[in-house]
Every structure is written in structure tokens, then in C-alpha cells.
């Protein structure tokens, strides 16, 4: 896994990518994968997700009780390209999702999701972007931390500047 302190760096293009499809999803969360070299630092390809949230909210509400304005879920293809990634030369680098009119914060509910038990889920860090009606505000970036055992902040991006 990248450490903390070297974070896989969004390229511009990418920003610009995930910005778009923040806007275009809203008002519902979007989600999506970032690809990079296996050796490099740089996050360059972004892979827009389906954000399955709103059929499992529908077909359990109880067991999936928020929707896509407050949720997402990445569809089964999804992770199989994400893990299938991982065993390439362009892996997953991160995953990012949308916040719909609030910061762009790793939530607790977040912070579960992306675990497995008390480690990472995979070997990637995540992008949290805050879109509100009149457009994007900024993301930020976190990465494990393995002290804490939990995801911190370690980037964040500004509106239109990486």
C-alpha cells in the first residue's frame, strides 16, 4: 500500500474527470476508480462507477437504509475491475465518491466500508468530493493510517487546481 506520506497524486485530467461526474450525478453521491502506474505516484485514469445504493435501498430498505443522495455503492462489476486491477500494471489507486451539500469529510460510515475487520479493504486510499448545487467545492484524500488504524487526510484539492 502507498504510504501516507507519498499519496498517489490526482493528475489534473483526472481531477477535472471526477469533478465532471460529481456535477453530472448530482444530486445523488457518484463514485468511481482512479488508475495509475504500478511504480508511479500518479493517479491518471479515472474509471466513472454505477452507484448501486439506490436498488439495494429499494429492494431492503432496512438493511440499506439510505439512498444515493446520502450513499453509494460500487456495482459487483466494479470491484471486479477494481480487484482485478490490482494484479496488473495500472492498478486501482483510489476510489472516489461525492458528498451532496455537505464537506468532503471520510465519514465513520466510510471509514467502515473501506474495512475489512480492523484493516483495509484493498490497497488503496479514497477521494472524497464535496458538490453542492452551484458545483464542486474541493476533494480531499485519505490514506490508512496504520498507527491509528483508521483513514486520515492526507490532500486536498481545491476547485479547479489539483
Not at 435501498?57 to 450513499?71: G, I, K, M, N, S
Amino acid at each position: 500500500m502507498t504510504s501516507p506520506l507519498l499519496p498517489p497524486r490526482v493528475s489534473p485530467q483526472a481531477l477535472a474527470e471526477i469533478y465532471a461526474h460529481a456535477r453530472r450525478e448530482y444530486p445523488k453521491e457518484c463514485c468511481g476508480i482512479v488508475f495509475g502506474p504500478k511504480d508511479g505516484l500518479e493517479a491518471d485514469t479515472v474509471k466513472p462507477c454505477q452507484n448501486i445504493q439506490d436498488e439495494l435501498h429499494a429492494e431492503d430498505p432496512v438493511a440499506h437504509p439510505r439512498d444515493a443522495r446520502t450513499a453509494y455503492n460500487l456495482a459487483p462489476t466494479d470491484i471486479f475491475a477494481l480487484e482485478r486491477s490490482l494484479r496488473s500494471d495500472r492498478p486501482a489507486k483510489l476510489v472516489y465518491h461525492s458528498h451532496i451539500e455537505v464537506s468532503a469529510y471520510f465519514s465513520e460510515t466510510d471509514q467502515a466500508a473501506a474495512r475489512f475487520g480492523d484493516e483495509p479493504a484493498y490497497p488503496v486510499q479514497y477521494l472524497v468530493v464535496d458538490v453542492r448545487e452551484d458545483g464542486v467545492r474541493e476533494a480531499r484524500q485519505y490514506a490508512w493510517d496504520e498507527v491509528v488504524k483508521k483513514y486520515v487526510e492526507v490532500a486536498i484539492y481545491g476547485e479547479t487546481q489539483p
